[in-house]
């Protein structure tokens, strides 16, 4: 089985920083895409930011600027900093990633992490 393990949340006052991670384990060929996703209470999981194999990214335009990821391919973990935190980036952040597993090498499989809470007060 893979499994996702997320750290790095925490409180933090407005225009502070923090740093997400997001590590794979398990039965692993390949890690492929990888991705962080959020959701406040009320709303609908939202996607924060992606990244390739290859270090290609992606952002929400509401992080642009002021969140950026990464990832080592060796260590299978993929990183979120985040900067000049605003209360409105309140949510648990979900760490994503598209994975072959060894025992199906054949496909992708997409898998979530726990989640880590992020407070940013105002």
């Known amino acids: 089985q893979v499994q996702l393990v997320e750290s790095g949340g925490g409180l933090v006052q407005a225009g502070g920083s923090l740093r997400l991670s997001c590590a794979a384990s398990?039965?692993?060929?390949?890690?492929?895409?990888m991705g962080w996703y959020r959701q406040a209470p009320g709303n609908e999981r939202e996607l924060v930011a992606t990244?390739?194999?290859?270090?290609?990214?992606t952002y929400a335009d509401s992080v642009k600027g002021r969140f950026t990821i990464s990832r080592d391919n060796a260590k299978n973990t993929v990183y979120l900093q985040m900067n000049n935190l605003r209360p409105e980036d309140t949510a648990v952040y979900y760490c994503?990633?598209?994975?072959?597993?060894?025992?199906?090498?054949?496909?992708?499989?997409?898998?979530w992490g726990q989640g880590t809470q992020v407070t940013v007060s105002s």
């Open positions: 990244i390739t194999t290859a270090g290609s990214t």
């Open positions: 994503n990633a598209d994975v072959v597993r060894r025992a199906s090498w054949y496909r992708n499989q997409n898998y």
């Open positions: 398990g039965s692993i060929l390949r890690v492929n895409a």
